[in-house]
């Protein structure tokens, strides 16, 4: 309960034989710095002094872990419990939706209590919605090819240890690999000033728009590459689909004809033709790279 109880300094309680810790803030839970710094995050400590403690903690643990989902009939006696508690419901004057919205609550409130699952989890998956509340916009980055990419440059005889997902296109009998590592190391001058993480945040590849094209084709990105006649995909490695759209794997584009918020890859870029970095210069605060792939080294 807040506010704790103050200690100026850990010491043993002569009238229990607790041990209170020491404390200085009644308004937060102990921390332990060490802990914190080791787990990467804020941790509340609780001193286990006796066995009976120490044998609670495992047990709840335990069975928090090991807790399985209920069975199918389970579920099904817990809804006909809430139909037959209330018939009256049911059979009322009250417009059906509003008896819809009535009897999933109680039917809700009753499962999330067998399955010692909280209320708004159960409602976010019964409303489609996505599975965490958040402002922030997660854009995934597979870091280890641009790691790869890099090393390279140093060791360039050196085994590479990740393997690099790449798309396989073949046009006018050549095979070409389309990866969104190209995608950075040949943007425009104008981005050369941008560091990858900012690059993450604010940059994708889309196909350069026609004046002819419809509205609904003039945001196809790089992951909805389509193939010409002379175009076929034998291989997708990557993550993303590639559809049917036709590219071109070589020249350039003129500059003067992109949109405002398109910069033209440099000549060596595979797509340098067909498609170009799509800028967001807005606020991206609340864009945040989700680094996938391994687990990220530590500095030491």
Same mark, same amino acid.
């Given at each position: 309960?807040?506010?704790?109880?103050?200690?100026?300094?850990?010491?043993?309680?002569?009238?229990?034989?607790?041990?209170?810790?020491?404390?200085?803030?009644?308004?937060?839970?102990?921390?332990?710095?060490?802990?914190?710094?080791?787990?990467?995050?804020?941790?509340?400590?609780?001193?286990?002094?006796?066995?009976?403690?120490?044998?609670?903690?495992?047990?709840?643990?335990?069975?928090?872990?090991?807790?399985?989902?209920?069975?199918?009939?389970?579920?099904?006696?817990?809804? +006909?419990?809430?139909? =037959? @508690?209330?018939? !009256?419901? /049911?059979?009322?004057?009250?417009? &059906?939706?509003?008896?819809?919205?009535? %009897?999933?609550?109680?039917?809700?409130?009753?499962?999330?209590?067998?399955?010692?699952?909280?209320?708004?989890?159960?409602?976010?998956?019964?409303?489609?919605?996505?599975?965490?509340?958040?402002?922030?916009?997660?854009?995934?980055?597979?870091?280890?090819?641009?790691?790869?990419?890099?090393?390279?440059?140093?060791?360039?005889?050196?085994?590479?240890?990740?393997?690099?997902?790449?798309?396989?296109?073949?046009?006018?009998?050549?095979?070409?690999?389309?990866?969104?590592?190209?995608?950075?190391?040949?943007?425009?001058?104008?981005?050369?000033?941008?560091?990858?993480?900012?690059?993450?945040?604010?940059?994708?590849?889309?196909?350069?728009? +026609?004046?002819?094209? =419809? @509205?609904?084709? !003039?945001? /196809?990105?790089?992951?909805?590459? &389509?193939?010409?006649?002379?175009?076929? %995909?034998?291989?997708?490695?990557?993550?993303?689909?590639?559809?049917?759209?036709?590219?071109?794997?070589?020249?350039?584009?003129?500059?003067?004809?992109?949109?405002?918020?398109?910069?033209?890859?440099?000549?060596?870029?595979?797509?340098?033709?067909?498609?170009?970095?799509?800028?967001?210069?807005?606020?991206?605060?609340?864009?945040?790279?989700?680094?996938?792939?391994?687990?990220?080294?530590?500095?030491?």
């Amino acid at each position: 309960m807040f506010p704790h109880p103050i200690h100026d300094q850990t010491k043993v309680d002569p009238e229990t034989g607790a041990l209170l810790m020491k404390k200085g803030e009644p308004w937060i839970n102990t921390i332990t710095p060490a802990v914190t710094y080791i787990m990467c995050c804020n941790t509340d400590i609780t001193s286990l002094s006796s066995e009976t403690s120490i044998k609670a903690v495992i047990m709840y643990v335990t069975d928090y872990i090991t807790k399985q989902g209920l069975k199918t009939h389970v579920i099904f006696e817990a809804i +006909k419990a809430i139909f =037959s @508690k209330n018939t !009256e419901l /049911i059979t009322g004057s009250l417009p &059906s939706k509003e008896k819809g919205h009535c %009897i999933i609550t109680k039917i809700v409130n009753l499962v999330s209590s067998k399955m010692e699952l909280g209320s708004p989890m159960i409602y976010l998956y019964l409303l489609w919605n996505s599975d965490h509340y958040t402002n922030h916009i997660f854009q995934p980055f597979y870091w280890q090819s641009y790691v790869t990419e890099a090393r390279h440059v140093w060791h360039p005889d050196e085994e590479n240890p990740f393997s690099d997902k790449v798309a396989l296109a073949k046009k006018n009998g050549k095979i070409v690999s389309l990866s969104p590592v190209s995608d950075y190391i040949y943007r425009s001058s104008k981005l050369e000033h941008m560091s990858l993480y900012e690059w993450i945040q604010r940059c994708q590849c889309k196909k350069i728009p +026609k004046k002819k094209v =419809s @509205k609904e084709r !003039e945001n /196809i990105e790089h992951d909805d590459l &389509s193939a010409d006649p002379d175009v076929s %995909i034998i291989s997708n490695a990557s993550d993303n689909i590639l559809e049917n759209e036709s590219f071109k794997t070589t020249g350039a584009p003129n500059i003067s004809s992109l949109p405002k918020n398109m910069c033209a890859f440099t000549e060596e870029h595979l797509l340098a033709a067909s498609h170009a970095s799509y800028v967001n210069f807005k606020n991206v605060e609340n864009v945040v790279p989700n680094f996938i792939g391994a687990t990220l080294p530590r500095c030491d």
